[in-house]
């Protein structure tokens, strides 16, 4: 019975040491978890002061180009009403008018993403005419379906008359993808923009257009991808704008290609506030 007990001596010892070593690697683990904890505390606190300045400086350069951009589009409007221009120098007008636009355009986008970066903001939600909103849009965004030759129609369902929600977002959210339908279209083809209410809840916009399908949908919002050389196209930026726009507004976005060729945007958003 010695004998026995004697032989389970050392082998006891050997646990022992092995649950110390075992021990020793878990305080070791843990102390590196804990050191990359902190690594990655410091590395979040190093990006949101970045992302905070990078708001305030969009903001100050979009105040700072805003005032120049609107005197020349301001006098630009101005000679083009003059009736003594040739023909030349109304083409250069026109050009410099369009390009006005565009730049303006693009700082309003990247300052309404900067903004969305930050934080949810606050809706102003009122009731008004979407047959009015719509039409309003229909009409800004008609001076581009001109320029690219494209035809663009719209119509509501009878059963819309006023809904209650955010109707300045509402309005920048169609004129974005009005926008980019009239962007992907060649000369004579058509974009239309249907609107009805399902199950009185709901107000869907169904904007079709006659441009190409797109062959991957999960790049079309991702703003990480490289703009294509010579393809770069303002209004890409404005989607994912929309979409982020239309997520503050609980609302959604969906692209499909049509069968008959181009691409169906379905826009979906409460008609009214939900109760919580």
């Known amino acids: 019975m010695?004998?026995?007990?004697?032989?389970?001596?050392?082998?006891s010892n050997n646990k022992g040491g092995v649950a110390q070593v075992d021990n020793e690697r878990v305080a070791?683990?843990?102390?590196?978890l804990q050191q990359r904890t902190v690594e990655l505390e410091e590395a979040n606190r190093e990006l949101r002061h970045v992302s905070h300045y990078r708001s305030l400086f969009l903001a100050r350069m979009s105040h700072e180009l805003r005032t120049p951009l609107t005197s020349i589009l301001g006098f630009t409007e101005i000679l083009l009403d003059q009736e003594k221009l040739t023909e030349a120098q109304t083409r250069f007008c026109r050009k410099i008018q369009n390009s006005g636009i565009q730049l303006l355009t693009s700082l309003n986008?990247?300052?309404?993403l900067s903004r969305l970066e930050v934080g949810p903001s606050e809706l102003f939600l009122q009731e008004f005419s979407?047959?009015?909103?719509?039409?309003?849009t229909c009409a800004a965004v008609e001076r581009l379906a001109k320029k690219h030759a494209v035809k663009l129609?719209?119509?509501l369902a009878p059963n819309i008359t006023t809904i209650v929600s955010d109707?300045?977002?509402?309005?920048?959210?169609?004129?974005?993808?009005?926008?980019?339908?009239?962007?992907?279209?060649t000369e004579g083809?058509?974009?239309?923009?249907?609107?009805?209410l399902l199950d009185g809840q709901y107000l869907t916009v169904q904007i079709d257009d006659e441009g190409q399908p797109i062959r991957d949908m999960s790049r079309v919002f991702d703003p990480e991808e490289t703009p294509r050389a010579g393809k770069t196209d303002l209004n890409e930026l404005g989607i994912i704008v929309g979409r982020r726009l239309l997520e503050v507004m609980k609302g959604t976005v969906t692209l499909q290609n049509r069968e008959s060729g181009g691409v169906c945007t379905i826009i979906q958003l409460p008609a009214a506030p939900r109760e919580a």
């Open 153 to 155: 129609e719209y119509d």
């Open 28 to 32: 070791h683990l843990i102390e590196q």
């Open 189 to 196: 083809k058509l974009v239309t923009a249907y609107a009805e």
């Open 167 to 185: 109707q300045g977002r509402l309005r920048q959210i169609l004129y974005t993808f009005l926008a980019w339908a009239v962007s992907r279209s």
């Open 130 to 136: 979407l047959r009015e909103t719509l039409r309003e």
């Open 109 to 112: 986008q990247l300052v309404d």
């Open 2 to 11: 010695a004998k026995k007990s004697m032989a389970k001596g050392p082998m």
